[in-house]
Nanobody, 123 residues
Framework: QVHLVESGGGLVQAGGSLRLSCAAS????????MGWFRQAPGKEREFVAT????????AYADSVKGRFTISQDYAKSTVYLQMNSLKPEDTAVYYC????????????????WGQGTQVTVSS
């Protein structure tokens, strides 16, 4: 079992920055991939970014490339999402997720989820 807790959400003006954190606990995470997803009101949950614990491989949604950066600190069992140049359309609940194996970008491939943290970007 993997337990995930997100933090760092809040209200920010367009153009601003936020850093989300996801603290993971439970079973050994070295062979897991970690992902960030988001869900806006009335929309389906969508992929944002993913990273492997061991090799640091990453992937991003086209909508966030060049603005968001995912990183990991294995010693702290924490994954981060640095979000810069935020736009109102980035407003959503952001979820951290984990899966055993390689990075994938589909929601259904992730087995463990956090409770989410709200990010609101005002125009």
């Amino acid at each position: 079992q993997v337990h995930l807790v997100e933090s760092g959400g809040g209200l920010v003006q367009a153009g601003g920055s936020l850093r989300l954190s996801c603290a993971a606990s439970g079973r050994t995470l070295r062979n897991h991939a970690m992902g960030w997803f988001r869900q806006a009101p009335g929309k389906e949950r969508e992929f944002v970014a993913t990273i492997t614990w061991s090799g640091g491989r990453t992937a991003y949604a086209d909508s966030v490339k060049g603005r968001f950066t995912i990183s990991q600190d294995y010693a702290k069992s924490t994954v981060y999402l640095q979000m810069n140049s935020l736009k109102p359309e980035d407003t959503a609940v952001y979820y951290c997720a984990a899966r055993y194996g390689a990075i994938l970008v589909t929601t259904s491939n992730y087995d463990y989820w956090g409770q989410g943290t709200q990010v609101t970007v005002s125009s």
